[in-house]
């Protein structure tokens, strides 16, 4: 939890300990807002308190109270909801227990996996998007023994077109990482020998220990205990306002109008940084909209690629390379316009990629190739 104004008398205190603004929750997003804040406001001791180790589990908006488990009750002008999520774990028996089983979010998980790697002959990646993804590329190159397994047919097929997907998994099997695809993990058992794992249609991966990237369950708790409106996540306006006074939400956990996608939930790192920001400012009055449509991006094998909008490998393509597969721009189109656009090592041309995305169909094809290269160069 972080809060921006001055530190709290020590001690227990009986009356609520009052802060102008108070961000719940410690990731990037609250980082973000912390600096927001501090855009606006003047003072000059505006740093925020950092309170750790202690979780938000009241929120009373008509109040404007929150209580935490260590006993405490803050009073806020506003307050930031940036809880996040927390990673989907695999369904394996004593996997709770056992150290050789583990999800990837925190800089422990972190300290955890590199140990693992240190002493591992072999380690199962499960789940093929840009995590697992990943996950596995830095495994082999730290040369463990790397099996990954993804529940598409071919790694990537849900995100690119067919011929980059095959060329997506090559890099990876070329690398040297078992691809084990088409089917998830159903199940499997962990033990002080290793871990096996079940996959749906009877087949086994048999590892030393395993890393999962699964995406998240949204921590939107706090807000639906609150009777603050939920939907994918944390419902919020342009403003990041949720629907009570003076409660905003940002990051993984919200779900806001995008300007050029519409309505949506994002879980990336610009995303995190811009919103952030912007409540930040927020928070401290700015009444500012969050116009920022972000990009995300992943890098594997040097190879380092951008998207803005909607990847989906089922849709049109428009493929503009520059070196086949190697290098160039994809665009993305339904119902006869461009919803998304990968950028396939190119750099700095997400503003270019979000202009496409603003434009009204019916799309002229053509008109795309060299689009994005001529624009931005
Ligand atoms: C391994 C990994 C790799 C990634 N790689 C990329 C990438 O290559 N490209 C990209 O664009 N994005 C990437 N992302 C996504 C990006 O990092 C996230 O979108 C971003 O960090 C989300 O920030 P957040 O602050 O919204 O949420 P979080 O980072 O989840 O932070 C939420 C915080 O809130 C705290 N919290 C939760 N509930 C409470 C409570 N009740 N009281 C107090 N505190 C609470 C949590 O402990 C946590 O500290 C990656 C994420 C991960 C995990």
Request: charge should be negative; proline fraction near 3%; avoid cysteine.
């Amino acid at each position: 939890m972080t809060s921006a104004h001055p530190a709290p008398t020590a001690g227990a205190a009986p009356t609520p300990i009052a802060y102008d603004h108070v961000i719940v929750g410690g990731g990037m997003v609250a980082d973000a807002a912390a600096r927001g804040i501090r855009e606006r406001d003047t003072a000059d001791d505006t740093g925020a308190v950092v309170v750790l180790r202690t979780r938000v589990t009241a929120l009373r908006p008509d109040a404007h109270e929150l209580d935490t488990d260590a006993g405490d009750t803050y009073r806020y002008g506003t307050v930031l909801i940036a809880t996040g999520g927390t990673p989907v774990a695999l369904p394996i028996e004593g996997g709770g227990a056992s150290d050789r089983v583990l999800t990837f979010r925190t800089a422990g998980d972190y300290r955890h996996l590199r140990a693992l790697a240190a002493q591992a002959d072999r380690i199962a990646v499960v789940g093929g998007g840009y995590i697992g993804s990943e996950l596995a590329a830095a495994l082999v190159q730290q040369g463990v023994d790397t099996v990954l397994v993804h529940s598409t047919a071919t790694l990537g097929a849900d995100v690119f077109p067919a011929d980059l997907a095959d060329h997506f998994a090559g890099m990876f099997r070329d690398a040297g990482v078992e691809l084990v695809g088409g089917h998830e993990v159903v199940g499997g058992v962990a033990g002080d020998a290793g871990v096996r794992l079940d996959l749906e249609g009877g087949a086994t991966v048999v590892a030393d220990a395993v890393v999962s990237g699964l995406g998240i369950e949204v921590q939107t708790e706090l807000a639906e205990s609150s009777g603050i409106a939920t939907g994918d996540g944390i419902v919020v306006d342009a403003h990041l306002r949720t629907d009570r006074a003076d409660v905003f939400a940002a990051g993984d956990v919200a779900e806001y109008p995008d300007r050029i996608l519409g309505r949506r939930r994002v879980e990336h790192v610009d995303n995190a940084e811009q919103m952030g920001r912007q409540a930040g400012r927020n928070l401290a009055g700015a009444g500012e909209e969050y116009t920022h449509t972000p990009y995300y991006y992943s890098v594997v094998f040097g190879t380092r690629y951008e998207a803005v909008g909607t990847l989906d490998g089922s849709l049109e393509t428009v493929d503009d390379w520059v070196e086949p597969l190697e290098r160039g721009v994809v665009y993305y189109l339904d119902d006869d316009r461009v919803v998304g656009v990968l950028l396939w090592n190119i750099d700095d041309r997400t503003d270019a990629a979000r202009a496409v995305l603003t434009e009204d169909g019916p799309v002229d094809r053509d008109a795309l190739i060299d689009r994005i290269r001529e624009e931005a160069s």
